[in-house]
């Protein structure tokens, strides 16, 4: 799977992220998750279809319920991207910290 950018937009909503966090730790139903905030069980299961329409989230039925996990193939090209971004940061600030240097001999 590829990083997509909607990914990191969805994360922008500290619900989605709280509830991406608990995924993490293991399969969730909605109703076992909207115990755990303080908005509606409907509300609950926008976000989650916000989470999986970006690919971050997967769900199963099982038996009358739709267990919803961490996806971790979504999540290594999420952190993949990250390091690029990290990568290509500290490189520019290693250049900058170069270039001040030149400068001042």
Excluded: C
């Excluded at 998750?33 to 303080?38: G, N, R």
């Excluded at 961490?70 to 991207?81: E, K």
């Amino acid at each position: 799977m590829t990083y997509q950018p909607e990914a990191l937009l969805a994360l922008g909503d500290p619900t989605r992220l709280a509830i991406l966090e608990r995924l993490v730790d293991g399969p969730r139903a909605v109703v076992e998750l909207a115990s755990e905030f303080p908005i509606s069980r409907p509300a609950v299961s926008q976000h989650l279809r916000v989470l999986k329409d970006v690919g971050l989230v997967t769900d199963e039925a099982v038996g009358n319920r739709r267990m919803y996990r961490a996806d971790p193939v979504a999540l290594g090209a999420l952190r993949d991207q990250l390091d690029t971004f990290w990568t290509r940061a500290m490189a520019a600030y290693k250049a900058a910290v170069e270039d001040q240097d030149e400068e001042e001999s």
